[in-house]
């Protein structure tokens, strides 16, 4: 699924995250993606180590299995400095990994 402005693609929804690393550099090369939903988490960090991410806007988890422990690769992440909107309802994650996420992105 992708969302088109300007005549490209800005927003991309993938069924899961190994399916965007295997696509990423046909996908970001493509059009000016600033905007993903990934369906479900299967490394993360391998999504997180694309030199792509850092042009996201937007990161949608919404309902995509992200755990504490995945929640904290967030944060420690530097390529997500840009981000205005990271989505992470309906996900398993604790009171304290919400506080410190909300900490760091708003």
Known sequence: YSQ???G???RVTVADSRRLVESADR???AAP???IRIERVRGLR???Q???ISRLRCLSLWRAGVTDLLAGELIVCPKLSRLEILDLQDNPIGS???DN???VFG
């Open 101 to 103: 996420l909300r900490a």
């Open 27 to 29: 996908l970001f090369t």
């Open 33 to 35: 993606i600033r905007e």
């Open 4 to 6: 088109f402005s300007r």
């Open 96 to 98: 304290d990994m919400a």
């Open 46 to 48: 391998a999504v997180l």
């Open 8 to 10: 490209f693609a800005e």
């Open 50 to 52: 694309l030199p792509y």
